[in-house]
């Protein structure tokens, strides 16, 4: 069976550098709640909403073309399986095209036969569509 993983691209009139940027500030555009740092290979992080917590060490980290985020640890206390998310990666791909950038985002391990896909599809949606755009955008994401 071929698993398809949440993936989704956002494009606009931003720099890859910017677009590398504003990826890594994590607390500007996903979470407000964030302890660690997602700017360097091997950089350990953690976002927080409520009880609810992911641990992420970053594993590629390729300036304005590719990011890795693999999952060390969570809590997703609304779920069976608690600990749905570890062992995936969340994975950035930076790509110029002629008078903007794309950025495309997958979840390597959310797929939809996963219990947390639907909600997580939209959160993801939310955050990436929506806040990491406007970061990009209007210089101002909307961190939960």
Not at 5 to 16: E, G, H, K, R, V
Not at 63 to 82: F, H
Not at 120 to 132: D, P, R, T, V, Y
């Amino acid at each position: 069976m071929n698993q398809q993983n949440y993936q989704s691209s956002i494009a606009a009139d931003f720099t890859p550098r910017e677009a590398f940027e504003a990826i890594n500030q994590v607390n500007q555009w996903w979470a407000k709640n964030f302890e660690g740092s997602a700017e360097k290979l091997n950089d350990v992080f953690t976002v927080h909403f409520g009880e609810t917590f992911v641990t992420f060490k970053v594993i590629k980290n390729i300036p304005e073309k590719k990011i890795a985020w693999y999952v060390t640890d969570c809590w997703l206390p609304w779920l069976k399986d608690k600990k749905e998310w570890n062992g995936t990666t969340v994975q950035f791909e930076i790509v110029p095209l002629d008078d903007e950038t794309q950025i495309t985002m997958t979840h390597i391990g959310l797929v939809p036969e996963v219990e947390c896909f639907g909600a997580c599809e939209a959160g993801w949606n939310k955050h990436f569509k929506g806040s990491l755009l406007k970061l990009l955008t209007e210089h101002a994401g909307v961190p939960q």
